[in-house]
Every structure is written in C-alpha cells, then in structure tokens.
DNA sequence: GATGAATGAGCTTTCATTCAT
DNA sequence: GATGAATGAAAGCTCATTCAT
C-alpha cells in the first residue's frame, strides 16, 4: 500500500490534502477500472475494496465519470510535462550527440514511467475510445505535443546527417509507433514475462537505426 | 445496407441460415459496440437501432455475451485461416523470393481486411481485456499462430542471408509491432486523414529493413 | 375499483390503450400523491400499492415527473372544455335568463366534477407552486380563460342590469373567489361534515345577489 | 437582511436567545421551503444557503421536521393572539359601531401580517394537508377560534339589525372565504400584479355588504 | 418466430443524520 | 458550539432477461 499511496500523492495530491477515505477510493477504483473497465465496474464493488461506504465516493466525486476523470485527467498532465519537454531541450542543447543516446535516454524515461503507472495507462487507453472528454484532452495535450517533438528532434538528426532524408513526420511516426509497439507489447501484453530491458532498448534501438535487412538484400 | 449485409453474410452465414431480423440485430449491436463499448451499450439500444423487439435478440442470442461471442468469435477464424497460413506456404513455395515482397503482400491483404471489418475489430481489441474467454480464444488461435509463422518466415529468410542475425522471436516481435502499429494507427487512431496507402506500405517496407539511420550515423 | 377505473379511462384512455397494470399504476399514484404529496411519495410506494414491479412504472413513464404531469395534465383540459365554455354559450344563448340561474347551472357542475376528482384537483392544487411547467399550463389553460369567461359573462348581466356597476375584472375576481372558495371549503377542507348542497347553493348565490348587509346597515 | 432578521427576531426569539448561526438557519430554510416545499428540499442545500456546516442544523433541530415545526408552530399562536381576540374585543367594547368598521380594521391588520409572513404562510399552507401534527394544532388553536370569534361577531351585528338573519355559521363561512380567500388571491396567487390596497378592501367591504346584484335583479 | 409488457436485481445518486475533531 | 467527513438506508432509474400472447 505504501507505495501505491506514494503514487497517488505524486499523482493527485498537488494542492489539495486527500483524506485517507479519498485515497483509499482512488486506488480501488484504479484498480476496479484498470480489470473490468469503467463501464463494467460498479460504484458499490469500489466501495466495498475501498472499505468506504458507497455515499463517501459520491461526497468527494459528484458523478463515477468524475471520479474516471480525476483518475485519468491529472495523467495527461503528467505524461507530458516531465518527459516530452525535458528530452527535446537536452537534445537541443547537444546533450545527446547521437540519436542512439537520445532514443535510449527517453526510453529509460519511458519505462519507469510506465511500469509505475501501467493500471491507469490501461484505463485511459481503454476509455479513450468511449469519452469524448478524454480523446479530446489526449490528442490536444498529449499525442500532438508528443509528435510534434518528435518531428523537431528528427529534422534535428537529419539536419546532422545521422538520419536518412524522409518527410520527417513519416519518419516521426514510424519512430513512434515501434517505441511505444514495444513498450505496450511488453507491459501491457505480455506482463508476465521477464525481459531484460537493456537487451531490449538496445535491439529496438538497433532495429530503427538499421532494420531488419542485411545490406546484400535487394 | 447491402454492403454491410454482404459483410454480415460473408463473415457469419457460414452453415446457418441468418434471417432478416438477425441480420439486423447484428448489424445494430456491431455499430453500437463500437461505438460505446460492450458494456456501455445496452440491449433496449441494439434492439430499437435494429428495429426489433428486444425479445427478438433473447430469442436468438441467449444472453447478451452470447452476441457479443458470436459477433466476435468468427472474426478469429478469419483472421488466421486465409491470411497466416496462406501467406507462410507461399513464401515456402518460393512465391516471394525477396523479404520485401512477402511484406508487401501481407500488408495489401490486412489493408483490406483492415477496412472492411474495422468496426468488429475495434471491438475485438475492447473486450479482450476484459472477456477471458475472448482472451484466451485470441492467444490461442491468433497471436500465438502468427507468431510462430512469423519466426518461421523469418528464419526462411535468415537462412537466405536477407536478414539480419537475431533471434528470430525478437525479429519477429519488432515486425509484427512495427506492420501492426502502423495500420492500427492509420485505421484506429486516424481514420478521417487521407493516406495514400502504396506510399505508406514501401516506407514501412524500407523502414523495416534499412531503418532510419544513415550509414555514416555511429 | 370499478367506479375509479371508469375515471381513469374517462381522464387518460382518449387514444392509448391503458393496460391493466397502467391503470392499476395510476391509481395508485393519485392516492399516493394525494394523501402524501409527490415529493413525500415513492415509486417504490406506488409500485407496491399497485401491485407491480418499480421497473413497470418506468416502462410507462420515463420518469417521476412524468407520471405526475401525466395524471395532471389530462385534467387541465377537461377542466376548462366540457364547463367553461358550454356555461358561457347557454348564458349567451339567453338560457339563462337571470344570473342566479347561470350561477346555479354553473355551480351544479363543477360540484360534481369536484366530488369526483378530487384527489387530482388535490394534488394539481399541492404541486402547482412547485412545477412551473404545471403553473404556466395552469395559468394558460384554466385561470385566464375562467377569468376571461366569468369578465363576459358579468358583462352581459350589467348590460342587461342585473348586476351594479362595478369593473367587470373586480366582480369576476369576488365571485370566483367566492363560489371555488366555499366548494374548496366545503369538500377539501371539511370532507366529513354533511352538506345539503342545494341549500348551500342558494345561499352562496343569495350572497352573491345581496350581501350580507340589511337595507338598514349604513 | 436586517428586516428579515428582525422578523426572525419578533417571530422566534421569544425566551430563547437566537445565535446568528441559527438565524441564518431559519432565513434559509424559510426560503427554501416557501420555494421548493418541505420534502423537496434537502438539509444540505440549507445549510449552503446558510453559510453552515449541515452538522450546524442537526445541532439546533433535532430532525429535518424538527426544523419545520419551529418556523410553522410559533406562526399558529402569533395568528390567534394579536388579531382575533383584539378585534373581538374592540367590537364588543362597541369601538367598531358598524360592521363594515370591523371588517376594514381586521383586513388592514391581516393585509400586513400577509404581506410580511408570506413565506411561512406559504409553508404552512403547502404542509397542513401532509403533517397531522400541524394540521391539529391549525384546526384547534387558528381555525376553530377564529370561526367562533367570527360567529360571535356576526352575531353581534345581526343583534344590531346591521345584517340579515342567517345561521351565523353559514355567514361566518362565507365573510370568512370571500376576505381570505380575496387576500390569498392577490398576494399567493398572483403576487407581482399592483393593487390598490384601500380600494380592493372597500370592494371586498361593499361585496360582502350588498352583494353584486342591482335591487332590480330578480 | 416475433412481440413487448413485465420483472426484480442492481445501478448511480441523494439524503437525513451521526460523530470525532 | 461548530464543523464536515462519513454513513447507510432509501431514492429514482436502468437493465438483461422471461414469458404469455
């Protein structure tokens, strides 16, 4: 519990003062959410896990998509401050000489980031398709922030010869899509298996450097 | 309609005869699954955008998991049989000589599929979180399926020095995430951009296999 | 029961068949809300005395509020139609000669119509400070046409001189107020005591007619 | 809110100190009854209206009914004392030679009791027909004493030869409904529309004196 | 086969009331 | 005295499912 609860101040505390109820609710809820779904839990089973009567959840949330929202909401917040800004300056601030050392320093980032928060991660991915509210917050703080980083570090390379000439938001994309491919497929796919996470960064790192072909192919 | 009916037909009349009224009622539970998720969509709804009596549904369907099942079950099926297994013989049979051309077919045969049954699988990928059933019968029969042909088709290539050495598991891996991403993200996350879809196939195939690098990056 | 299902399909059968739960909902929710007000009635209460599952109540009437205009409404519209304007057209139509007669005719009607509804005269009464939808229809429909009414009529028996000179609005005003102060008096506020009506109805037009005074007083 | 409170003040403060916290309590649950009815309002939203905790109210009213009989049960004496006996009083100690004297002195007196305690009129009006306990203590200790004091006056008048020979229960009743009911008309009913006050009362005065009829009538 | 009224369990939400601080 | 978090019973309402027609 004391780390969860650790996570949940991180997470919510900001300005407000959680009252032990209210912490208590957050991580039923996260966790009711995160394996059967908003819609397929109901207020009375996070109740019950929270140890609270069902009244107390709705003195601090007004309605259960409230309580959705303040669950996954501050995580937008989150998930672009600290990592997407962070990593662009250094790259600009020639911290990163090569785009080896760049991918590898945000994946580490990346990681972390995820193994600690995978439960509401699984939430917002799984509610994203069904709140407007939610899709729209994502793309407009998240995903197009994250893109258009991308898009500057790669013209960044390019720029330095290190990467091959190609609209960069092609090449943006397909950076994208295989870092964060890898990282669901291995936290949210398949979570039991044991990985070396080293290994990994450094084939995925190899992979979109490189591929997969030898150069005598084709 | 009659599109959407052939579909419905194509994928679901294999040896029962579907009646009008069934026909209807899948139809109206596939959209609005998608559209609000399994269980944010309730029968009363299926059944008036269906234009049936919600005992109709009952009649057919004996509880509401059992449509979802049989809207979603069949879609397993027809996700291995044509494309895995036809694909792998046709590389064993030497039909594709180059790495390249084996990707460019299998990609122009998921496109399609992609397209046509994009609703179903939005809901495939909803609910198997949450339906062990669905879970298990997707791990089973898809997932692990198309992965072992992949390695198998990765090794064919290795041994033909068209790919690099790796293990053909983490090859594998690094393919699949990288064909699958990107047609998700242009179907799923992107539907309404226009995509000229030849272009996109050979970026993803040169990115595959040369990655992004330069040759005098590192 | 007979005698109250007779009214109910009298007030609510116009067009829609009421099925035999409907009418048994109805019922009981006039008793319910006549006895304990709307506010201080449960649908649950309601369902029990009718004999009917809560869910039944919300098949025919999406919510609370909808099953308290639904029993109030109706009634607005047979309040004004069947009396007000029958009244004023017998009075124009010279078939009352005298204003006693007028009033007799009137009073007579509105007797019975009162001892027949009076629990969803009760109820419209309690809920009309509450539900301004109630209000305005109440306004519209049946005061101000009453008013409108009673204003032509008095003018037709000034005109005639049988009655004093006096703004017609005023002596509308008074004898509204008399003749539905002493009905309400005597089948709202006093419901057990024994009335012989006709002798209370003579008196009240006597009152009317001339006052209380003696040709001495003042 | 100084008038306010010292009405507050004149009505409750009797023996008992009022806090201000408890003030504000009667303010506020004066308006919102008047407003929304006695069920319709709930113990929270007085509190937010009274700028307390909800724990505040439960403090000072043992019950949410608690609440209600203290703003409604000290009106019933304040209508009986003041103004009933007084004005019976005067009559007999012949101050009031004409009845119509009576009558306007006791309507200036009720007009502005009316106009003052409107709210908790309204109150006690709406919960009479639903609270057992009040509707006794209205019948014994207002209703019936009034009736009897109204008997005796007319009584009085008709020893004097100032009004016709009647039951004086029949008189009683209808002087009763026509001044009450012509003071809830103009300030219940239809509160915002500007009367003259003066000439509305000599109307009422005239009206229960000689009626609407011309000699000729009849 | 199809209907749709009926069900009752369960849902989200509200509410008067309590009590530790 | 005052607070407001907490309660749990009960409110209004929804839902998958059944069944007589």
Redesign the interface.
């Known amino acids: 519990m004391s780390e969860e609860e650790e996570l949940i101040q991180q997470l919510f505390a900001e300005e407000d003062e959680l009252t032990d109820k209210q912490k208590k609710i957050l991580i039923a809820a996260i966790e009711s959410f995160s394996e059967?779904?908003y819609?397929?839990t109901s207020t009375n089973e996070i109740a019950k896990k929270a140890g609270v009567a069902e009244g107390t959840i709705f003195r601090h949330y007004k309605t259960k998509k409230d309580l959705l929202m303040s669950i996954v909401a501050p995580m937008m917040a989150k998930l672009i401050g600290p990592f997407i800004i962070n990593d662009l300056n250094k790259v600009l601030d020639r911290e990163f000489d090569?785009?080896?050392d760049f991918i590898r320093a945000m994946m580490e980032n990346r990681r972390e980031f995820l193994k600690k928060h995978i439960s509401i991660l699984?939430i917002m991915l799984?509610e994203i398709?069904?709140q407007p509210e939610l899709r729209e917050q994502f793309f407009e703080h998240v995903a197009k922030k994250t893109f258009d980083r991308f898009v500057n570090v790669?013209q960044h390379y390019q720029a330095k010869?290190?990467?091959?000439e190609?609209p960069p938001e092609?090449?943006a994309?397909?950076?994208i899509?295989?870092i964060?491919?890898?990282l669901m497929?291995q936290y949210l796919l398949f979570p039991h298996a044991e990985w070396d996470d080293e290994v990994e960064t450094e084939?995925?790192i190899?992979?979109?450097?490189?591929?997969?072909?030898?150069t005598?192919?084709?």
Do not use: C, D, N, Y
């Open positions: 059967k779904g819609a397929g090569h785009v080896e699984k799984q398709p069904f790669i010869g290190q990467m091959i190609m092609s090449a994309r397909l950076a899509t295989t964060f491919g890898s497929a084939r995925i190899q992979f979109i450097m490189h591929g997969l072909g030898t005598k192919a084709r």
